[in-house]
């Protein structure tokens, strides 16, 4: 999230696209109800199903699942035509004057941008990129049109992109009746102004497709046309489905970064720190630091072993081949047999994975497999799943029992950013120990056998500083919170944030990001429980918000061109003349040896050319997509139409598809499954449900897996609410046989037809927490779910595919 | 408050409206009758809920280093006490009732280190030192054999030491000082195929 959930009080309009939050995130309704009962604002909810947010938004947007680039294009283009946009902001602050390459051009007909070639590797299209470039003059200055009239800039091009985005148009592919579409647009973009606020809130029914980065730029396209960004009840708010998967993904326990958002090395690019340095560092604004905080960070890895001279021990770092590593060809490693082994932590993939049953046999070739969870989940005993034979299973299966969340201390960083402390209440039963202290015993294993008996690069892992024991030869976890914070290597002593990180190894620090939430042992940032009397709800003295506890990013933008706030009711920062400086409710995004004017030109301070992109490229190697500087509408990989933008396109073609035969792809096929399915979450489990499936509570509440389908869907099935349904797919079809999963029948009006180009087509909904452990048990929906990915992140395209229900 | 708890219950739905009152109805509950004496005598600690990514606050009342209850921390800025079913739930997670409304351990928890040899068709109890050293020689077996130390980039030789033969998963449900040392530990091995919920 740029902005924080309490943040939301001060929204005007609030659009959930993507994400069930009064069923998901019930709390975040807390804030919602705050902002309609406070100064009467909207809440629209656009979304396949009438679920719980619809039921008590202000207006209900049905739309077809995988079409929100249609929806948001279409928002977009109902903006510039209507003039909707915020024009001061557009013009000062984001990209609009820019000028573009002239060679830089879209194909109407084929649905590609400049630059389209075959990427052979990936049997895939993938762009060269040279022609998605700024107009430089001769100093590398770039060009500018501030009256956004010449048709190379970003403002006529972004015009011209969406002009086919008419509402006509997107109902025509969404489903969404053209009346609820034009109230909606109307609705949203009043948020326009200044002084207005418009949220835009989603979750994984924005990003889980296979062009669910290009869903997320459509969203930033629509809030910098509003001047949404940096205020106060604005912003682009990710609600995230996990309590720490914000933390998670800030300590990238991910393939292709490292902690704090930095690539991981490339074998090609980055062979050396000097070349990794190079590559990666642009030359203006705030990733010019990035020397500071990739040395402290190898500081922190290696330690006294880090010195100038052996490029501070970047040559231990592992360099990617240029190929993914991600969840879907990580298991198709393993089905080829590369993958020995799997060590798995808290995550259950048969369950919560895409194209679960197929992994199911992969995970016969591990020669082992760790589990350290709180429960047996389905993911360890594999070998007691659906048509497996133990006997012929050669697989060492080792479970390490987990603490649960109260059982352990520790901080989560949640949507909002806000880093909260949990402290211990009990001790884990029996055996079970801390995730912490687990790591810590497993690597010191490691380690030590290493140091006795050497092997292959034996210094990769013995290099690697590990001294995070107290007295008691237990894990110290004050160790770990000093090393993440950064402190100086010549004393020990904390830094205060990262302003005080250097790039040449005098100081230490496990993750920028992180730096000033640890900053001082007796009273630590994170551990902060002082909740704001008064004020706008940003609780500054509550936990440690990262970066430097700033609540609101980008918050430059919420003030004009002579820092005063858009909104005087709600102001996060302005300028103060008589001091001198920027002052308010919040942290200045600004740093503090930036001039005013400097800091008015570079309001987005994380990008080189310092403003908001409405035409997304890398510039000087920051950011940018794979799949095109616009968002542009294709069609799901499983689809029941062909795309009716762009005639000689479908599907996204430089998306990611590890499996020949794996989607929908001819009519016979369409055919076969006629039924455009979507998954989601239920608010009494969790996730694969490993954890809730085994609370009599919580089962007593959601005891059965079921399928939502429409009432008009149940008639022509011959079904009636609470009988079997079988539930077919493409990745459930093999050497003739089909196989399927089963579900109650839950025949409800929350799911209605949707007329696709004048063809009536019907949605069948289903939960994706059940699996063949556990108190409860059913069928997973994600036995059904292709593993095709976006081209940016590889999510799997769960929430959008085709089926077949018949009556069981 | 501006907005009144009916209006909170109108907003949110039947099922965060029932966990609410859920949470509110044990305070109820412990101002009118006897019920005070389950946390009386008990010390709090506040944690932060396991589920979805609100960040709410919960307070755990504990006896004789046991949980005895749990519920939602009024103090805490986003949550102001309220927790929907899940959160409200927690307490489920570790501790059920036996038929006389005592807690006793939930059976699903695991409470011993598992393992599983090659074609059996059971787990086996174990302890930690023998689990540990077991996977520290199955990781380096694994890595020795599978790590790729040099490549050649266009006649150039790249160090790269990693292997494809190790997959690391998690974790979106552990904490920040967790993930940091798995990350640590999984470049340390040469780990690239690595991945949590944020993708998943």
């Keep these: 999230m740029t902005n924080h959930w309490n943040d939301y009080q001060h929204s005007d309009v ?61 928002l977009i283009n109902y903006i510039l035509q209507n003039e909707r946009y915020h024009k001061e902001y557009v013009e000062h602050y984001t990209n609009a004057s820019f000028l573009v390459n002239e060679n830089f051009s879209f194909d109407e007909n084929t649905g590609l941008f ?21 107009q430089t003059d001769a100093q590398g200055n770039i060009r500018k049109d501030p009256a956004l009239t010449d048709p190379n800039c970003s403002f006529q091009l972004l015009k011209k992109h969406y002009s086919r985005y008419t509402i006509d148009n997107v109902s025509r592919i969404t489903g969404t009746p053209i009346d609820v579409l034009e109230q909606s ?36 396209i629509v809030q910098l046309l509003l001047g949404n960004m940096g205020i106060a009840g604005g912003g682009v708010n990710a609600q995230r489905g996990q309590s720490n998967v914000q933390g998670a993904t800030d300590m990238a326990m991910l393939y292709h970064i490292i902690p704090g ?50 490029g501070f021990g ?45 992994k199911l046999g992969y995970q016969k ?99 690697m500083s590990w001294d995070y024991d107290g007295p008691d030869g237990q894990i110290d976890i004050v160790k770990v919170c000093r090393e993440i914070n950064g402190y100086r290597v010549n004393d020990g002593s904390l830094v205060t944030n990262f302003v005080g990180l250097q790039d040449d190894g005098s100081t230490a620090c496990g993750n920028w990001l992180y730096s000033g939430y640890y900053n001082n042992l007796e009273s630590p940032a994170t551990k902060k429980r002082i909740r704001e009397t008064e004020g706008l709800g940003f609780h500054k003295d509550w936990s440690f918000a990262w970066p430097l506890n700033r609540r609101i990013v980008y918050n430059r933008a919420s003030c004009d061109l002579q820092g005063k706030p858009w909104n005087p009711d709600a102001p996060v920062i302005w300028w103060d003349a008589a001091q001198g400086r920027w002052v308010g409710n919040d942290v200045p995004d600004i740093p503090g040896a930036w001039s005013f004017e400097y800091s008015t030109e570079n309001p987005f301070i994380m990008l080189p050319e310092g403003v908001g992109r409405l035409f997304s490229i890398g510039y000087q190697g920051i950011g940018g997509l794979l799949d ?34 794996h989607t929908v792809e001819t009519d016979e096929e369409r055919q076969r499954y006629p039924h455009i399915a979507t998954s989601y979450r239920l608010v009494e489990h969790y996730q694969s449900g490993s954890v809730t499936r085994n609370q009599p509570w919580l089962v007593e509440m959601m005891p059965e897996m079921f399928a939502e389908i429409s009432e008009e869907h149940a008639e022509e099935l011959g079904v009636k609410n609470g009988d079997m349904l079988i539930i077919e797919s493409k990745r459930l079809y093999k050497d003739g046989e089909q196989g399927h999963i089963r579900a109650r029948a839950c025949v409800t009006r929350r799911i209605q037809p949707l007329m696709i180009d004048g063809v009536r087509r019907h949605v069948v909904g289903m939960p994706f927490h059940w699996g063949f452990m556990g108190m409860s048990t059913g069928d997973s929906a994600n036995d059904l779910t292709p593993s095709v990915g976006d081209p940016n992140t590889t999510i799997p395209e769960y929430k959008a595919f085709l089926c077949n229900v018949r009556r069981a | ?52 990514g609100v960040g709410c606050g919960i307070i755990c009342h504990v006896q004789d280093g046991i949980i005895v209850n749990a519920e939602g921390d009024p103090d805490h800025p986003i949550s102001e006490g309220t927790l929907c079913s899940k959160g409200s739930s927690i307490f489920n997670a570790t501790y059920i009732y036996d038929e006389k409304g005592r807690p006793r351990l939930n059976p699903a928890r695991l409470t011993n280190v598992l393992y599983r040899a090659p074609r059996s068709d059971r787990y086996e109890v174990r302890d930690w030192d023998w689990a540990l050293t077991e996977i520290a020689k199955r990781i380096k077996d694994t890595r020795d054999r599978t790590l790729v130390q040099t490549v050649d980039v266009g006649g150039r030789t790249v160090t790269v030491n990693r292997t494809n033969a190790i997959n690391w998963l998690g974790s979106a449900w552990c904490t920040g000082e967790e993930n940091y040392l798995f990350h640590k530990m999984c470049r340390a091995m040469g780990v690239i195929n690595l991945d949590h919920c944020a993708r998943l």
């Design chain 1, 14 to 74: 609030i659009m959930a696209i993507g994400g069930n939050t009064a069923e998901n995130h019930p709390i975040s309704m807390k804030w919602i109800g705050r902002a309609r009962g406070r100064k009467g604002a909207k809440l629209i909810c656009v979304d396949p199903r009438y679920n719980r947010t619809a039921a008590v938004a202000d207006l209900y947007v049905p739309i077809r699942p995988g079409t929100n680039i249609a929806y948001l294009g279409g």
């Design chain 1, 114 to 134: 400049t630059g389209a070639e075959p990427d052979p590797v990936r049997n895939a299209t993938k762009y060269s990129m040279q022609d998605w470039q700024y």
């Design chain 1, 185 to 220: 647009y109307s609705l949203y973009s009043s948020t326009g102004q200044a002084g207005k606020a418009g949220n835009i809130l989603y979750a994984m029914g924005i990003t889980q497709f296979t062009h669910g980065a290009q869903n997320v730029r459509a969203v930033a």
């Design chain 1, 261 to 310: 958002y930095n690539p991981c090395p490339q074998q090609g690019a980055h062979p050396t720190l000097a070349d990794y340095l190079a590559r990666t560092t642009p030359q203006k604004n705030w990733w010019s630091n990035r020397p500071k905080y990739i040395v402290s960070l190898l500081k922190a890895f290696y330690g006294a072993n880090a010195t100038a001279a052996n």
């Design chain 1, 314 to 358: 970047y040559q231990w770092l592992p360099k990617l081949d240029g190929l993914d590593h991600s969840h879907i060809p990580a298991y198709k490693y393993m089905r080829d047999g590369e993958v020995e082994g799997l060590i798995c932590v808290a995550d259950n993939p048969l369950v919560g994975g895409s194209s679960s049953r197929a």
């Design chain 1, 365 to 463: 070739n591990l020669k082992w497999l760790v589990s350290i969870d709180v429960v047996e989940n389905e993911t360890a005993s594999f070998w007691k799943g659906p048509g497996m034979n133990p006997a012929e299973i050669d697989t060492e299966v080792f479970i390490l029992p987990a603490a649960f969340s109260y059982e352990r201390e520790g901080e989560k960083a949640n949507s909002g950013r806000w880093i909260q402390w949990m402290w211990k209440a009990q001790e884990p039963p029996g055996n079970a120990k801390a995730d912490l202290w687990i790591v810590n015993e497993m690597f010191k294993k490691l380690q030590t056998l290493y140091q006795a008996e050497g092997g292959t690069v034996p210094e990769q892992i013995t290099m």
């Design chain 1, 628 to 661: 095109g500087p616009f968002p542009t509408h294709y069609e799901p990989a499983d689809s029941p139409v062909p795309n009716l933008l762009y005639p000689q396109a479908t599907y996204n073609p430089v998306s990611q598809r590890f499996y020949e035969d």
């Design chain 2, 1 to 52: 408050m501006d907005m009144t708890r009916r209006d909170f219950f109108k907003l949110t739905g039947a099922t965060a409206a029932a966990a609410a009152l859920t949470a509110v109805g044990v305070r109820k509950v412990a101002a009118s009758t006897g019920e005070p004496l389950r946390i009386k005598y008990s010390k709090e600690y506040h944690t932060i809920c396991t589920y979805c």
